[in-house]
């Protein structure tokens, strides 16, 4: 009798540590199916710009001190993308479906222009913010080589692509509002698209009353922004309370999502970006 009982025993505690496994097996397959996007790899981003948004106009002493910090805008989107500072086009190696911003960038080269349209042409998708006034304010005096660009030296692509930049001409330059795609954005001095004549294959569809482009070159993609200051956080990020809370002002670092959604899912513009 007794070797029975312990049998049964026995066998008791192996169903009990089975049942026990069973379940944490399931409990992990779920956790696994139901886990948030959060988790999931970031999308590529490859990005290049004359902005202190990667780093600091303080040089590596002021990136490496402890109270160092990313520029909220590259902060924001960092948390949804994988970003790959480059500084040369050429030798840049994109990765699968990789994705490229130039946020006022340094002068190209004319091959360098050549090189980029080529990879647009050929499937690539790029998101250009081109200032004709950059109004971001810098540690260093004009003519200085190291203050973001003053005005952005990518015309010559743009004309081959069929689009002009330009300034609206105006006496004051008050802090621009708009509402594009529904979102409220704040800005200064933002440029205007303005049709040109190419001979270059593609077409380009201007949008928010010229301040987006939404170009369709070979089998990629380019969405044009004329402007950059509304990266700048003194424009959207708040103050007091705003910051401490994280809520944003106004809504430009979401529209700089928006727009990199539609490259990344190839999704039109037409219709929610009219503005107003």
Known sequence: MIDRLAQFG???????????????????????????????????????????????????????????????????????????????????????????????????????????????????????????????????????????????????????????????????VPASMRKIGGLPIRTVTPGEWLPKKSTAKGRCSILAKGLLADCRMGKGRAILVADADFLDAAFWQGRGMRILTGKDEFANIALLQALLAALHDDQGLNGDFVGK
């Open 10 to 172: 026995v066998k008791k505690w192996l169903l009990v540590a089975l049942v026990a496994a069973c379940t944490v097996l399931l409990l992990l397959a779920g956790f696994a199916t139901t886990r948030p996007a959060d988790n999931r790899p970031k999308p590529p981003l490859a990005m290049m710009t004359s902005l202190p948004l990667v780093w600091s106009e303080g040089g590596i002493e002021a990136d490496l001190a402890k109270d160092a910090a990313p520029h909220p805008a590259f902060k924001r989107l960092s948390a949804h993308y994988d970003i790959t500072p480059i500084d040369d086009l050429e030798a840049w190696v994109p990765k699968p479906k990789q994705m490229l911003l130039l946020a006022q960038p340094r002068a190209f080269a004319p091959r360098e222009l050549v090189h980029l349209d080529n990879w647009v042409r050929q499937g690539g998708h790029v998101l250009i913010l081109a200032d004709p006034a950059l109004q971001w304010g810098s540690l260093y005096p004009l003519g200085d080589k190291r203050r973001p660009l003053f005005t952005s030296m990518l015309s010559p692509l743009f004309a081959y692509w069929g689009m002009e930049l330009v300034l609206p001409l105006e006496d004051e």
